[in-house]
């Protein structure tokens, strides 16, 4: 068995993805998953010495991460976004599982400026008040403010190592065994976003801790698939997956409060629709985000899986 495989989940990434296969160790088993590119992304990966699952659909980040953990004979895997360059070698990643306890880790991301990407590499797990700024625009408003800088772990030192609660999924490493322990990433978080939060806050929940190492360095170009969504249908895949997480990880009062500053943040999105370019399409998605976050206020359910698929899926997503 080797001690450490890479998976790469792919949409739409072949002006990334060459970079990044092209910065892994020589010798380590990788996986790319692609969820029915439409560009060459196949083609390139098809170039390098690597196992490719083409997926005829897209099975969103986080069944894509499970088939290709699944795919793999190994103790450890790292999770890498195809718009991830590695800069640096794996061994100090890996010597943070050294500790029994530890499930996951995560190393120093830089951006194209060079500079450490505070505020998205590690971050705490979200509470229901971090959700309601969130969904406020309070945070983009108002960055400095205490729950922004606690969320966003703003007082982190990106130089010292430690132990954290949320390292990114776009860079990170995970013992297979507690994954499966876990059930793998919970594909409800469909097609991307929460999944690795879900992900870490089941960690924490099984007692196990995740580690920040800033020894294992990448660059990381960012947000290359879901940028290529309509505005308006990212922000409603968003909101579903923010959803997903709030009904399945927080009490009745805090869900409701995270309802209740959805549906106002949308409506303050409609206002602000025609200023954004395709009006129409941002005042559809907007009430069809007010109609999910009013189903779950109004009916006070606690569980996951309680809101109608097709509010939340795309044409990307399914033939």
């Not at 890479?6 to 990044?20: D, F, H, L, T």
């Not at 990106?158 to 132990?163: C, G, L, M, R, S």
């Amino acid at each position: 068995m080797n001690r450490i495989g890479v998976v790469v989940v792919a949409y739409n990434s072949e002006r990334e993805i060459g970079r990044c296969l092209d910065s892994l160790p020589a010798g380590v088993e990788t996986v790319v998953v692609d969820n029915a590119s439409k560009d060459g992304t196949r083609r390139e990966v098809a170039n390098r010495p690597v196992k490719l699952i083409a997926n005829p659909w897209n099975r969103g980040f986080a069944g894509g991460a499970n088939q290709g953990i699944g795919a793999l004979d190994c103790d450890l895997v790292l999770l890498l976004n195809p718009d991830v360059e590695l800069v640096s070698a794996l061994d100090a990643l890996a010597s943070e599982f050294n500790l029994a306890d530890v499930a996951g880790a995560g190393g120093k991301l830089l951006g194209s400026d060079g500079r450490s990407q505070a505020g998205f590499m590690v971050r705490r797990l979200p509470t229901p008040w971090t959700l309601v700024f969130e969904t406020l625009g309070l945070n983009r408003l108002w960055p400095g403010n205490p729950v922004n800088r606690r969320y966003r772990c703003f007082d982190l030192d990106p130089d010292v190592e430690a132990t954290v609660e949320q390292p990114a999924g776009a860079f990170l490493m995970i013992r297979r065994d507690v994954w499966r322990q876990l059930g793998g990433f919970d594909e409800s978080f469909f097609p991307v976003w929460f999944e690795d939060v879900d992900f870490a806050k089941r960690v924490a929940m099984a007692g196990y801790r995740m580690r920040y190492s800033p020894e294992t360095v990448a660059k990381h170009s960012g947000g290359h698939s879901v940028g290529q969504l309509p505005r308006s249908t990212r922000d409603l895949h968003w909101c579903g997956s923010l959803l997903e997480y709030t009904f399945k990880h927080f009490a009745r009062p805090g869900a409701m409060a995270v309802c209740a500053s959805v549906a106002a943040g949308s409506i303050l999105r409609a206002v602000l629709a025609p200023f954004r370019g395709k009006p129409l399409d941002g005042i559809i998605s907007c009430v069809r985000m007010i109609r999910q976050a009013g189903v779950l206020f109004l009916s006070g359910h606690t569980g996951i899986r309680t809101f109608p698929r097709p509010l939340r899926y795309s044409r990307m997503a399914r033939p």
